[in-house]
């Protein structure tokens, strides 16, 4: 009666995540924005029957499609529920039954589906929403995370995120937000509210140390299969949508090198290049020649022109520093950051220009504040006036970073340079 | 040996899991399955599609349930090869739902041979 040993059946990573962002759009579109929570519960509904049938049979030879079939069924089963063609007559009744229907099935073909996903970041990256509650919803709503991977990726605790997950949806209904694609001038201001969710999605899990190497890759995935999904759509295929791609793959590019086995952190000018991921710099280069198609250069243009030009350097040694330099005022006319002006000492600082680097740095409006509050304001300060052999400061600033930072990969590669100001 | 069978009802937690959590579980109950046939103590096994009717007494009522009413719903069943109901009981501790609230009953299976 048993069958021989084989290997158990496997589907494809985060097929669920996935397929459950296609599966809220398309039902979203179908019961409106107000019956945002009767889509969660259909989709729900469809995995315990998948978790069910496939674990006691066998995995359908399509499982996304089998998925789509399902939701599809339970939604027109709500509607027939709902409709009172009774009141009617039976020719009307029919012929109204009978449109809905179709209207539904076109719905779930998959151009449309694609078009639903679009409508739904565009909704949950609303611009009168707060940008904490922006992010929140995408990763529940688009991307498919649970309230404790959203806590986890996000640092925070469930309960802050069910908060921003209610008050996001309840701006929503309260507003009447309608599925929809911005057209015309409401466009392009829509679309940098999306960029600047991505973007944020990216630099969670890109930066931040503070949280589990797998959930952070997850995030940096999501944020380029989001904005992957957005240039291939008739809308936004604009040059900021390539260039912000083209960003996130350089980044990605130099995932794996960043951290060692230890779990400690990798500076650039240490990191094997041979073990960048060649295929996403490739891709980088790819959508940032696409990029260039138009008169407007971004802040991703700039930021990803960055990025190519560390790609581009076979060594640290060989990076071009005029150039980078360059690079930076540029940012710097559109993003006049305190951060921007940091990375742009460093790059002085290469140039030989570590006096004027520290300068720009202390002169910064605020940076008392910055200092007390920021590490890596204190970090690279103590880096630049190790630098410029001036032990007294860089030991200042080193032990302030120290106090500071959240990360323990940060405090023990600060702890490495106060040990070499001893020696 | 002898045969087992497992009843199983869903877990409670099962509606609150993310999607990828709800694949995580699927996966282990694929690699539960694979293991038990592997060892070749599967016998059969199936899935029940929620809701139903139950029919009682000697009027033969129909009633919705207990299913409407109960939380813990009879999700699917395995019948199993085992020694003893010890063993049996050891074995259904490997269930995937048991971490999300779910229930195993183990019961032994009534042989007739000796008729």
Same mark, same amino acid.
């Given at each position: 009666m048993a069958s021989a040993p084989s290997s158990p059946q496997q589907i494809v990573d985060h097929l669920f995540r996935h397929e459950s962002g296609k599966m809220i759009a398309v039902l979203t579109r179908i019961f409106g924005m107000?019956?945002?929570?009767?889509?969660?519960?259909?989709?729900?509904?469809? #995995?315990?029957?998948?978790?069910?049938?496939?674990s006691f049979h066998k995995i359908p030879d399509?499982?996304?499609?089998?998925?789509?079939?399902?939701?599809?069924?339970?939604?027109?089963d709500i509607i027939r529920r709902q409709q009172h063609f009774q009141d009617l007559s039976g020719e009307l009744a029919y012929h109204l039954q009978h449109t809905t229907e179709s209207t539904v099935r076109q719905l779930f073909l998959d151009t449309e589906i694609t078009d639903s996903q679009l409508r739904m970041i565009f909704a949950c990256c /609303?611009?009168?929403?707060?940008?904490?509650?922006?992010?929140?919803?995408?990763?529940?709503?688009?991307s498919g995370f649970g309230p404790a991977e959203i806590a986890r990726a996000l640092v925070t605790n469930e309960a802050v995120i069910q908060k921003r997950l209610y008050r996001a949806k309840q701006f929503l209904k309260d507003h009447t937000i309608q599925l929809e694609i911005p057209s015309g001038q409401e466009l392009i201001p829509r679309l940098e509210t999306v960029y600047t969710v991505l973007y944020l999605l990216f630099n969670e899990g890109y930066n931040s140390l503070k949280t589990d190497e797998l959930i952070r890759r997850d995030l940096c995935m999501e944020a380029m299969r989001l904005c992957l999904l957005l240039s291939e759509h008739k809308v936004g295929k604009q040059p900021a949508t390539y260039a912000l791609l083209s960003l996130m793959c350089l980044q990605a590019s130099r995932f794996d090198s960043r951290i060692d086995n230890n779990n400690a952190i990798v500076l650039l000018q240490h990191q094997d290049r041979s073990a960048w991921n060649k295929d996403l710099i490739n891709m980088g280069y /790819?959508?940032?020649?696409?990029?260039?198609?138009?008169?407007?250069?971004?802040?991703?243009?700039?930021?990803?022109?960055i990025?190519?030009?560390?790609?581009?350097?076979?060594? #640290?040694?060989?990076?071009?520093?005029?150039?980078?330099?360059?690079?930076?005022?540029?940012?710097?006319?559109?993003?006049?950051m305190p951060v921007v002006w940091l990375n742009r000492a460093i790059v002085r600082a290469q140039l030989g220009e570590t006096t004027a680097a520290i300068r720009d740095i202390l002169q910064l409006p605020d940076i008392e504040k910055l200092l007390a509050t920021h590490y890596i304001y204190s970090a690279v300060l103590g880096d630049l006036y190790l630098q410029a052999s001036d032990s007294?400061?860089?030991?200042?600033?080193?032990?302030q970073a120290h106090t500071l930072t959240p990360s323990q990969a940060e405090r023990q590669l600060i702890q490495d340079k106060l040990r070499s100001l001893d020696n | 040996m002898k045969d087992f069978m497992f009843i199983f009802s869903n877990g409670s937690s099962a509606g609150n899991l993310s999607p990828d959590e709800m694949q995580d579980n699927m996966q282990q109950w694929f690699a539960w399955i694979e293991k038990l046939k592997a060892k070749n103590i599967y016998v059969? &096994?199936?899935?029940?599609?929620? &809701?139903?009717?139950?029919?009682?007494?000697?009027?033969?009522l129909v009633t919705d349930g207990p299913f409407a009413e109960s939380k813990e719903v009879v999700g699917g069943f395995f019948i199993i090869k085992a020694d003893s109901m010890e063993e049996a009981t050891e074995i259904a501790k490997d269930c995937p739902d048991l971490p999300i609230n779910g229930t195993v009953e183990v019961r032994e299976v009534m042989k007739f041979d000796g008729m």
């Open positions: 107000h019956n945002l929570s009767l889509a969660e519960d259909v989709v729900q509904e469809a #995995f315990l029957k998948a978790v069910q049938s496939w399509n499982p996304a499609a089998w998925l789509m079939t399902v939701a599809r069924n339970k939604a027109l /609303h611009p009168s929403l707060k940008e904490e509650d922006q992010v929140a919803l995408t990763l529940k709503t688009v /790819h959508y940032l020649s696409q990029s260039s198609n138009g008169e407007q250069i971004t802040v991703y243009h700039i930021e990803s022109a990025a190519a030009e560390h790609c581009l350097a076979p060594a #640290f040694a060989d990076t071009n520093w005029e150039r980078m330099l360059l690079l930076y005022n540029l940012l710097l006319e559109r993003k006049p007294l400061h860089a030991r200042k600033y080193l032990m | 059969a &096994g199936e899935a029940l599609i929620p &809701g139903g009717k139950t029919v009682s007494g000697p009027k033969a």
